[in-house]
């Protein structure tokens, strides 16, 4: 079984709805991140979570919102989805101890109208 | 602020071709450098790291040397194979920080 999970693994949705996205790990890891991907722009992270109580904003956190419901559950949320979200989306985790390693989920393609 | 530059891609090889694929930072300080890979369809995996200036990460064939005078962290692979199909994100992460900060991404096809 895959340690990084996301659902759903494609969505496509119309202007002004909410969406959810989640994210689940058996790694035990205290760290979080939501990322987006766009072709030709790298990866950008939206928020991080250092823990259950501890959420941080990340470079491009404007029209996205995360809940840290347990230690292995990360959601990212957009409360009314835009075209301009359409993108790839990666959820990753790393422990305390070494920061440098990331282990990412596969992505989920989400699509707006 | 910090940023990572990568080469312009697509990259298209022959198999056991030489690879290089060039990264150069921008980083206030002395920063840990990495290479993530993205097979298709999956989420990126870490492929090398090295933490200071001189050090070589590799793995898998691929090598990268961290080079503090010219800001560079460039992968090379002496032989490539078609599995190495991928699209390939150079990264940092400076001391202290919680993040990291990904290049564009490279997408190298290596044909049979």
């Known amino acids: 079984d895959a340690d990084v999970t996301q659902t759903p693994r494609n969505r496509i949705t119309k202007t002004g709805k909410r969406i959810m996205l989640e994210c689940s790990q058996t790694?035990?890891?205290?760290?979080m991140y939501w990322y987006r991907q766009d072709p030709g722009l790298g990866l950008q992270l939206i928020y991080y979570?250092?823990?259950?109580?501890?959420?941080n904003k990340g470079e491009i956190s404007d029209g996205y919102s995360v809940s840290r419901q347990a230690q292995a559950k990360f959601s990212l949320s957009l409360e009314s989805a835009i075209p301009n979200q359409t993108a790839l989306y990666f959820c990753?985790?790393?422990?305390?101890?070494?920061?440098?390693?990331?282990?990412f989920g596969p992505g989920t393609r989400l699509t707006v109208l | 602020g910090n940023s990572v530059t990568q080469m312009e891609g697509p990259v298209t090889l022959s198999e056991e071709a030489f690879l290089t694929i060039n990264c150069t930072y921008t980083?206030?300080?002395?920063?840990?450098l990495f290479w993530y890979v993205q097979y298709p369809g999956e989420g990126l995996q870490l492929l090398l790291k090295?933490?200071?200036?001189?050090d070589k990460g590799s793995n898998k064939g691929f090598e990268a040397t961290y080079r503090k005078e010219t800001t560079s962290f460039h992968l090379e692979k002496g032989s490539v194979q078609v599995s190495d199909s991928a699209v390939y994100f150079c990264?940092?992460?400076?001391?202290?920080?919680?993040?990291?900060?990904f290049g564009q991404g490279t997408r190298l096809t290596i044909n049979p």
């Open positions: 990753a985790t790393s422990d305390d101890g070494s920061q440098d390693t990331q282990y």
């Open positions: 790694k035990g890891h205290d760290r």
């Open positions: 979570s250092f823990d259950v109580k501890d959420i």
């Open positions: 980083a206030t300080g002395y920063p840990s």
């Open positions: 090295a933490t200071k200036a001189d």
């Open positions: 990264a940092l992460r400076e001391k202290g920080a919680q993040k990291l900060v």
